[in-house]
């Protein structure tokens, strides 16, 4: 497989940085009171866990935001077991694009998009709706649709080869979950929902009735490449 565009994410590197730094600041400012207060004796030694347990919600967001980017790697590894007849781009902002499309895959098979999640917990998606319950929660609640998201995602990238490169092709939504302890419960979903070790057999599995040409991936390509962030 040629990977044209590298999963690295600019928001969620610049949240990663931020929180660190955060975090990394309430330390240095935590333990400076608290030696302070401890040497002169003064109210900084009671008040100096305040900034310490500030520290601790930064770095869970490090964490959370630092989930995501593995979830996409993850993603890259496993593709790469497909030969050179494909290609990957991700993280890709179209022109007029509502968010960043976390994979796009070119191959002879078909064009496809993938959403991926690196959830833990429980999942459940009822055709478009989608309920999560994370460990320790007692109720499922309400998320957005990653569905529509993915379907969203697709018929952007249909729209943009058609009015780019007059390429007339299907788009075909995919959502990936990356993360092994994952429970999925899946009633009727309205598009393929995989575990990551599915994935590239899947990809491989789907037939057209015809073929893209290495051309016409390699230009699909390198438009997509020209043309997004």
């Known amino acids: 497989m040629k990977v044209l565009k590298e999963a690295k994410n600019p928001y969620i590197e610049s949240h990663k940085i931020r929180s660190f730094g955060i975090f990394a600041l309430l330390i240095v400012v935590g333990v400076a009171m608290f030696t302070m207060g401890a040497y002169f004796v003064t109210p900084l030694l009671f008040v100096a866990w305040v900034p310490l347990a500030a520290s601790a919600i930064f770095l869970r967001h490090y964490y959370t935001w630092e989930a995501g980017t593995w979830g996409e790697r993850a993603v890259v590894r496993v593709l790469r077991e497909l030969d050179d007849s494909c290609y990957l781009l991700s993280n890709v902002k179209l022109p007029r694009g509502r968010g960043d499309i976390d994979h796009i895959?070119?191959?002879?098979?078909?064009?496809?998009?993938?959403?991926?999640?690196?959830?833990?917990?429980?999942?459940?998606?009822?055709?478009?709706?989608?309920?999560?319950?994370?460990?320790?929660?007692?109720?499922?609640?309400?998320?957005?649709?990653?569905?529509?998201?993915?379907?969203?995602?697709?018929?952007?990238?249909?729209?943009?080869?058609?009015?780019?490169?007059?390429?007339?092709?299907?788009?075909?939504?995919?959502?990936?979950?990356?993360?092994?302890?994952?429970?999925?419960?899946?009633?009727?979903?309205?598009?393929?929902?995989?575990?990551?070790?599915?994935?590239?057999?899947?990809?491989?599995?789907?037939?057209r009735s015809t073929s893209l040409t290495d051309q016409e991936t390699g230009d699909m390509g390198k438009s997509i490449l020209a043309n997004s962030s």
Do not use: H
């Open 105 to 207: 895959l070119l191959s002879p098979n078909g064009v496809f998009v993938i959403e991926t999640k690196n959830y833990s917990g429980r999942v459940v998606c009822d055709r478009d709706a989608w309920y999560r319950q994370q460990r320790k929660a007692k109720e499922e609640t309400r998320v957005d649709s990653i569905s529509e998201q993915a379907r969203r995602n697709g018929l952007g990238l249909r729209d943009f080869l058609w009015e780019k490169k007059r390429f007339r092709v299907y788009v075909s939504p995919i959502c990936v979950f990356t993360n092994p302890s994952v429970e999925l419960e899946l009633r009727e979903p309205v598009m393929p929902v995989l575990r990551l070790r599915e994935l590239t057999r899947f990809v491989q599995s789907v037939r």
